[in-house]
């Protein structure tokens, strides 16, 4: 079993920082391989509790979000691949981690959405406006209404996962998005990479035409895509 990976992250606004931050990260072990996968969009509502951000603030919350949770994983890995006896231990220490940086930062909710995958089996974590689709035969959103959920199983050849940022699918409906992202027809992350241009192209030459008739913004876009290949 092999596992490919490809992002896409655009930013709408000229020479400005995008407002999602995404990470990944694979490290190679005797007992498998261990990712993890993250995309972030600074808070789910947009404001911490005490006041109102503007867009720079909201970059900042989410990259600090994205740099702690990447940190907390390139310190752990180790810990994780030699102590794990069950995927509930990295779920236990992944949520102690994410309500540390919640009280830290101050903020009601964050909106993420997150992979977790060691040896054959897999973690996912999703919360507020951030997307988890899960690919198999058909696109299955996994859930987005603003609370944290978790959901965990063996991976298979054949699965694809795509984190991503609620903006990323405007624009493209499901049935296309599914047809660009079909495991069977995708041979190498350079594939991946090239497939999720493509949607963003698309979404956005679609949204400009949205545009052209009723008053419709850019958004950013950003996303990352797993395919489980045997």
Same mark, same amino acid.
Request: net charge positive; with cysteine; aromatic share 8%.
């Given at each position: 079993?092999?596992?490919?990976?490809?992002?896409s992250?655009?930013?709408a606004v000229p020479?400005? =920082?995008n407002l999602?931050s995404?990470?990944?990260?694979q490290? @190679? /072990?005797k007992?498998?391989p261990?990712?993890?996968?993250? !995309?972030? /969009?600074?808070?789910? @509502?947009?404001r911490p509790v005490?006041?109102p951000? @503007?867009r720079?603030q909201?970059?900042?919350i989410g990259g *600090?979000?994205? %740099?702690?949770?990447?940190a907390w994983?390139?310190?752990n *890995?180790l &810990?994780?691949i030699l102590?794990?006896?069950?995927? =509930?231990?990295?779920?236990n220490?992944?949520l102690k981690?994410q309500r540390r940086?919640?009280k830290?930062?101050?903020?009601?909710?964050?909106?993420?959405?997150?992979?977790i995958s060691?040896r054959?089996?897999f973690i996912t974590?999703?919360?507020? %406006?951030?997307?988890? *689709?899960s690919?198999k035969?058909?696109?299955?959103d996994?859930g987005? =209404?603003g609370r944290?959920? $978790?959901? $965990?199983?063996?991976l298979?050849?054949?699965?694809?996962?795509?984190?991503?940022?609620e903006?990323?699918?405007?624009?493209?409906?499901?049935q296309?998005m599914?047809g660009?992202l079909? !495991? %069977?027809d995708?041979? =190498? %992350?350079?594939?991946?990479?090239?497939r999720? +241009? &493509?949607i963003v192209?698309y979404?956005t030459? +679609?949204?400009?035409?949205?545009? +052209?008739?009723? $008053? !419709?913004a850019?958004? @950013?876009?950003?996303?990352? *895509?797993?395919?489980i290949?045997?």
């Open positions: 079993m092999k596992i490919l990976s490809g992002l992250w655009q930013t020479a400005a =920082d999602h995404l990470f990944i990260k490290f @190679d /072990s007992k498998g261990l990712l993890m996968a993250l !995309v972030c /969009s600074a808070a789910a @509502d947009k005490s006041a951000v @503007d720079e909201m970059v900042n *600090y979000f994205c %740099e702690e949770m990447r994983f390139e310190d *890995y &810990g994780i102590k794990t006896r069950s995927m =509930d231990f990295i779920k220490k992944l981690e940086i919640n830290e930062l101050g903020l009601r909710a964050l909106s993420f959405a997150l992979l060691f054959k089996e974590m999703q919360q507020g %406006e951030a997307q988890l *689709y690919l035969r058909r696109l299955k996994m987005a =209404d944290l959920k $978790s959901a $965990s199983g063996h298979r050849p054949g699965m694809g996962f795509l984190l991503c940022s903006s990323f699918t405007n624009g493209i409906s499901e296309q599914f660009a079909r !495991v %069977e995708l041979r =190498d %992350e350079q594939l991946i990479n090239k999720l +241009a &493509g192209e979404a030459s +679609a949204t400009k035409r949205q545009a +052209a008739k009723q $008053s !419709v850019q958004a @950013d876009r950003a996303a990352i *895509y797993i395919c290949k045997r």
